[in-house]
């Protein structure tokens, strides 16, 4: 069992920035493939950004060049550095921790974007 517990989201205007953190429980968080999804009002969950156990990543079309996924084995800790931020960035923003069958979630941090 795997808990995940985001924090860093908030009130942001275009342009800004702001960085995603997401605490994971357990011994074994270097094995996993975190990811972070968003789900914006009226939309379904979609995946913005995975790192995997060897830190190869991939991200949505949608944020390229802007936003950075990283990870931190000692602190079992997943960031998301988001850059350049736009209003359809707004949505709350969910962990995700994955190994085999098992996939766990953090219960999501909003992020708004608006002046």
């Known amino acids: 069992q795997v808990q995940l517990v985001e924090s860093g989201g908030g009130l942001v205007q275009p342009g800004g920035s702001l960085r995603l953190s997401c605490a994971a429980s357990g011994s074994i968080f270097r094995f996993y493939a975190m990811g972070w999804y968003r789900q914006a009002p009226g939309k379904e969950r979609e995946l913005v950004a995975v790192?995997?156990?060897?830190?190869?990543?991939n991200y949505a079309d949608s944020v390229v060049g802007r936003f950075t996924i990283s990870r931190d084995n000692g602190k079992s800790t997943v960031y998301l550095q988001m850059n350049s931020l736009k209003p359809e960035d707004t949505a709350v923003y969910f962990c995700?921790?994955?190994?085999?069958?098992?996939?766990?979630w953090g219960q999501g941090t909003q992020v708004t974007v608006s002046s």
């Open positions: 790192i995997r156990s060897g830190f190869s990543t």
């Open positions: 995700n921790a994955g190994l085999g069958d098992a996939s766990y």
